[in-house]
């Protein structure tokens, strides 16, 4: 099998040159996204990341922008704030071309860097929330806004929204006054959908919430710290992944791209950026709770890797949870961080946990793809199962209705697999206990809002009792409770994990709807 799809991918090169054979790709299939972002270290991680998951993106645009943390000034009036530049990003692809070679023998679907940089722009970098200056990556924005494709655009913001809001208001001025207005306004807000990872600056509530009051947004306001710089604030049992040993083993010494990737004391020191928020070079001594090559923080990558094609369906529905978290169901058109897991360490429902319970699996398929980078045949390196559902992924059922699901794997590289079906009853509708949960505003959120939000188990909580015969084979079984009522979820989660390097895992989602 490995030789065979080797062999099959050298050949779509070699005959009809890369760019050709990635053409066949149905880059419409997948989530369509544009990157904002303020070039902060983390945001600069999170680059490095988003490059090695583009093969399952249509990464439309990267725009430099500006934070509440980091500002360009404008050499007058404003001076520059924690400002890093915006050489990085190009250093970043230059090296992504290095080792694209490598890359596309693993995944015939990445682009080549020179495809982004293309569509690299600088937007409004000045001061924070700047708005007023219409700048190149404003009117990239706007002109992609605009386009003609009618996909869900996810407009991921790892800084501020500023130039998201100078595009928005470009297109108002230039429209607002027409008779194509309504029409284009309705458009955007079908079409846009905001991941925001915290609110950077005002633009945001100033501008866009009150006039383009319809568009879809996702806040995640607090759960995203903890693959940030708050890793350390939850419990040990998740943070295995985010510590030195597992760091240098998995992620160090894997080509050009991955030596730009920052871990703790590494020595790297970021020119504009304040002395203090240094973590390559002397951040440990004042901070001993830190080692060598620890995890520093990846933030703002939930936001693109709730669009991760892995088969947890999560970019559908936030409220479905996945890489990217899970959020509450839309209050409107916006979802926030009140969607809580189980966390069966805390023995608590915890939002924060709704993200972490996913690290492991998460940081597994990247150390893999960083292999990628350097592995130049496919036969060298690791890579996911592959799972078809022998069932629809959407069912309906009666109340105690049994339903079998049945699903077959295999695996790319030859290795072996095993299958486990779990139930996500935090996602589901249907509620296994009937007692009245407390109200959100009686949550607690922990000393400061880096914590999330909480809440302890109910004396004799019932949490899943939905009984899964077969849950390590290929086919499970499970009766639909009895009380279910019209139109109540069940959402069944399959896992497949193979026994190569990293133990890399596939999923499958089925929802079960009453009827």
């Given at each position: 099998m490995?030789?065979?799809?080797?062999?099959?991918?050298?050949?779509?090169?070699?005959?009809?040159?890369?760019?050709?054979?990635?053409?066949?790709?149905?880059?419409?299939?997948m989530?369509?996204?544009?990157?904002?972002?303020?070039g902060e270290?983390?945001?600069?991680?999170?680059?490095?990341?988003?490059?090695?998951?583009?093969?399952?993106?249509?990464?439309?645009?990267?725009?430099?922008?500006?934070?509440?943390?980091?500002?360009?000034?404008?050499?007058?009036?404003i001076?520059?704030?924690?400002?890093?530049?915006?050489?990085?990003?190009?250093?970043?692809?230059?090296?992504?071309?290095?080792?694209?070679?490598?890359?596309?023998?693993?995944?015939?679907?990445?682009?080549?860097?020179?495809?982004?940089?293309?569509?690299?722009?600088?937007?409004?970098?000045?001061?924070?929330?700047e708005?007023?200056?219409?700048?190149?990556?404003?009117?990239?924005?706007?002109n992609?806004?605009?386009?003609?494709?009618?996909?869900?655009?996810?407009?991921?913001?790892?800084?501020?929204?500023?130039?998201?809001?100078?595009?928005?208001?470009?297109?108002?001025?230039?429209?607002?006054?027409?008779?194509?207005?309504?029409?284009?306004?309705?458009k955007?807000?079908?079409?846009?959908?905001?991941?925001?990872?915290?609110?950077?600056?005002?633009?945001?509530?100033?501008?866009?919430?009150?006039n383009?009051?319809?568009?879809?947004?996702?806040n995640?306001?607090?759960?995203f710290?903890?693959?940030?710089y708050?890793?350390?604030?939850?419990?040990?049992?998740?943070?295995?992944?985010?510590?030195?040993?597992?760091?240098?083993?998995n992620?160090?010494?894997?080509?050009?791209?991955?030596?730009?990737?920052?871990?703790?004391?590494?020595?790297?020191?970021?020119?504009?950026?304040?002395?203090?928020?240094?973590?390559?070079?002397?951040?440990?001594?004042?901070h001993?709770?830190?080692?060598?090559?620890?995890?520093?923080?990846?933030?703002?990558?939930?936001?693109?890797?709730?669009?991760?094609?892995?088969?947890?369906?999560?970019?559908?529905?936030?409220?479905f949870?996945?890489?990217?978290?899970?959020?509450?169901?839309?209050?409107?058109?916006?979802?926030?961080?009140?969607?809580?897991?189980?966390?069966?360490?805390?023995?608590?429902?915890?939002?924060?946990?709704?993200?972490?319970?996913?690290?492991?699996?998460?940081?597994?398929?990247?150390?893999?793809?960083?292999?990628?980078?350097?592995?130049?045949?496919?036969?060298?390196?690791?890579?996911?199962?592959?799972?078809?559902?022998?069932?629809?992924?959407?069912?309906?059922?009666?109340?105690?209705?049994?339903?079998?699901?049945?699903?077959?794997?295999?695996?790319?590289?030859?290795?072996?697999?095993?299958?486990?079906?779990?139930r996500y009853?935090?996602?589901?509708?249907?509620?296994?206990?009937?007692?009245?949960?407390?109200?959100?505003?009686?949550?607690?959120?922990?000393?400061?809002?880096?914590?999330?939000?909480?809440?302890?188990?109910?004396?004799?909580?019932?949490?899943?009792?939905?009984?899964?015969?077969?849950?390590?084979?290929?086919?499970?079984?499970?009766?639909?409770?009895?009380?279910?009522?019209?139109?109540?979820?069940?959402?069944?989660?399959?896992?497949?994990?193979?026994?190569?390097a990293?133990?890399?895992?596939a999923?499958?989602?089925?929802?079960?709807?009453?009827?």
């Open positions: 490995k030789k065979t799809l080797a062999k099959a991918l050298a050949l779509g090169v070699a005959t009809f040159g890369f760019a050709n054979f990635a053409e066949a790709a149905n880059y419409n299939s989530p369509r996204t544009v990157i904002t972002t303020d270290v983390d945001d600069m991680n999170s680059v490095i990341r988003a490059l090695l998951y583009s093969n399952e993106m249509d990464i439309a645009g990267i725009v430099i922008t500006s934070s509440t943390y980091h500002y360009a000034g404008n050499n007058a009036e001076a520059p704030f924690r400002w890093t530049g915006t050489n990085w990003i190009y250093k970043f692809l230059d090296d992504y071309e290095k080792v694209y070679p490598n890359l596309i023998k693993h995944d015939p679907n990445y682009r080549p860097a020179s495809y982004y940089r293309n569509l690299t722009h600088i937007g409004n970098i000045s001061n924070v929330g708005m007023d200056q219409i700048t190149d990556g404003s009117e990239f924005l706007k992609l806004f605009l386009d003609d494709d009618d996909r869900i655009l996810y407009v991921q913001t790892w800084g501020g929204t500023n130039t998201t809001a100078r595009a928005l208001k470009s297109i108002e001025d230039e429209y607002k006054n027409t008779a194509q207005w309504q029409a284009i306004r309705d955007l807000q079908k079409k846009l959908f905001l991941y925001i990872i915290l609110d950077q600056d005002d633009s945001y509530n100033n501008y866009i919430a009150k383009w009051s319809n568009l879809t947004v996702v995640d306001r607090c759960d710290w903890h693959f940030a708050a890793w350390k604030l939850h419990e040990d049992e998740v943070n295995t992944p985010l510590k030195a040993d597992w760091n240098i083993k992620l160090l010494n894997k080509g050009a791209l991955m030596d730009n990737y920052a871990l703790m004391d590494d020595g790297r020191w970021l020119e504009g950026e304040l002395p203090e928020e240094q973590r390559g070079v002397g951040y440990i001594q004042n001993p709770e830190y080692v060598k090559y620890d995890f520093i923080s990846e933030g703002d990558s939930p936001s693109f890797l709730y669009l991760a094609n892995n088969g947890l369906r999560s970019y559908e529905n936030p409220s949870g996945g890489w990217g978290g899970r959020f509450g169901a839309f209050n409107g058109n916006r979802a926030i961080n009140d969607a809580l897991d189980y966390n069966p360490v805390t023995k608590k429902f915890d939002s924060v946990y709704s993200l972490s319970r996913w690290f492991m699996d998460m940081q597994n398929d990247f150390a893999a793809r960083a292999d990628w980078c350097v592995a130049d045949s496919f036969d060298k390196a690791n890579h996911a199962p592959k799972i078809q559902l022998k069932v629809r992924e959407n069912l309906s059922a009666k109340p105690g209705q049994k339903i079998t699901l049945r699903a077959n794997a295999t695996d790319p590289d030859g290795d072996q697999i095993t299958y486990r079906w779990w009853f935090e996602a589901d509708t249907y509620q296994d206990d009937k007692r009245d949960k407390p109200a959100i505003e009686n949550f607690t959120v922990g000393e400061n809002f880096l914590m999330g939000m909480t809440r302890e188990l109910l004396p004799n909580e019932i949490l899943d009792s939905i009984q899964l015969e077969g849950a390590n084979t290929n086919k499970v079984t499970f009766t639909v409770p009895a009380d279910a009522k019209p139109g109540d979820t069940i959402h069944i989660i399959l896992e497949v994990q193979d026994n190569g990293h133990n890399l895992k999923y499958k989602r089925v929802i079960v709807t009453v009827k």
